[in-house]
């Protein structure tokens, strides 16, 4: 059937304002967009989503990706956004569904601007299957923290926002920010699809701490190894013993924290770590 259409309809991820500094002097400042974008499933209200608007079509498609409202890319036939009415309308190929009872329960996490998670997420983890022969080893994990400190960001020029990436060993395949770590890692998945990228020999990085909504979102994109400049939550380390996941946190330079799943881990090129 072929990719959806798509409208382009980035916004620029900076503003310029004037902002007035320790001396009282007048000085030039980037300081983050915000957009609400309310997403509309066959004209069906879903939620309402704070972004900077980059990817807005990405964003959408790997939301309903991971919120399960869609089982593949082939339900999509047209992803529209108009940022004049700040909504984006998601056409599908044949109706949904079910679509009544599996948007009826709400679990509002902790993502940053709160993200929501729909149905049975939770409870269907148990369902995932993780490549068990998958691999990392330290010299990659130090490469690609490497190409993380020396990516051109959003973050270095205006702050306030999240930024995922994902590799193939070291290679940076995306690079995404947003105002929230759930919307980049959405955006992120979204493209996986539209580029028909799989995630079992993948890397997932994040600048946001690993909670279970992210260990979730990770698994369900089939990504083995999820490493975070920051810490974790005791639900995300939970969830991500139970997938397989091995998960890295409190991760720049050559400083990281293994949490879970140390099997899959080679230091050094010397063995797998017990």
Known sequence: MGKPLL???????????????ESGEVVPTSIAGE?????????????????????????????????????????IEAVQVDWDTNACAVKTRRPLEDIESRTARRTVTTGCGQGTVFGDLM???EAIRLPGEARLDESTLHGLLDAVRRHETIYKAAGAVHGCALFRGTELLYFVEDVGRHNAVDAIAGLM???????????????????????I?????????LVSRSGLTQMGYDIARR????????????????????????????GVTA
Request: hydrophobic share 40%; glycine share 12%.
């Open 193 to 215: 699809w539209l580029d028909g990228i799989e995630g079992g020999d993948k890397i997932f990085y994040t600048t946001g701490r690993l909670t279970s909504e992210m260990v």
């Open 123 to 125: 409870d269907d983890i």
């Open 243 to 270: 997938v397989g996941i091995t998960m890295i946190g409190r991760s720049q330079g050559r400083h990281y924290l293994i949490y879970a799943g140390a099997e899959r881990f080679v230091r050094n090129g010397a």
């Open 217 to 225: 979102k990770a698994a369900q994109m089939g990504i083995p190894f």
């Open 35 to 75: 957009n609400p974008l309310t997403i509309y499933l066959d004209k069906r209200e879903l939620v309402t989503l704070m972004t900077l608007g980059q990817a807005p079509e990405a964003l959408t498609i790997g939301y309903l990706r991971n919120q399960r409202l869609v089982s593949g890319l082939d339900d």
């Open 7 to 21: 409208s382009n309809a980035g916004r620029p991820a900076t503003v310029e304002i004037e902002a007035i500094n």
